[in-house]
Nanobody, 125 residues
Framework: QAQLVESGGGLVQTGASLSLSCAAV????????MGWFRQAPGAEREFVGLITFTSGSAIYGDSVKGRFTISQDKGANTIYLRMTNLKPEDTAVYYC??????????????????WGQGTQVTVSS
């Protein structure tokens, strides 16, 4: 059974940077997609970004474009989320997600096969 193991997160001030990582354990997603969602208290889950393992191309949600970057380490079955210029509205639980298929549109709507446990990111003003 595959698991997504997240690390990183924490409390930072506005304008700071922070990185998250997500390692896939138990299987690879070499032909699929891994990415990130987030959910703030009282809000719906929001798509943050994804990366396709075959091409390395990334897609980002509008609210994080230009500030967040997703990268991958294929050998380690790991993706990273580098967050810069953080804002209080970035405060949320961040979830890693993965799907073995390369269908980005489906992934962006939350149609994924695996979820991480979530990690809290808090940005103070």
């Amino acid at each position: 059974q595959a698991q997504l193991v997240e690390s990183g997160g924490g409390l930072v001030q506005t304008g700071a940077s922070l990185s998250l990582s997500c390692a896939a354990v138990g299987r690879t997603f070499s032909g699929g997609i891994m990415g990130w969602f987030r959910q703030a208290p009282g809000a719906e889950r929001e798509f943050v970004g994804l990366i396709t393992f075959t091409s390395g191309s990334a897609i980002y949600g509008d609210s994080v474009k230009g500030r967040f970057t997703i990268s991958q380490d294929k050998g380690a079955n790991t993706i990273y989320l580098r967050m810069t210029n953080l804002k209080p509205e970035d405060t949320a639980v961040y979830y890693c997600a993965a799907a073995p298929s390369p269908w980005a549109v489906a992934f962006m709507t939350g149609n994924v096969d695996y979820w991480g446990q979530g990690t809290q990111v808090t940005v103070s003003s």
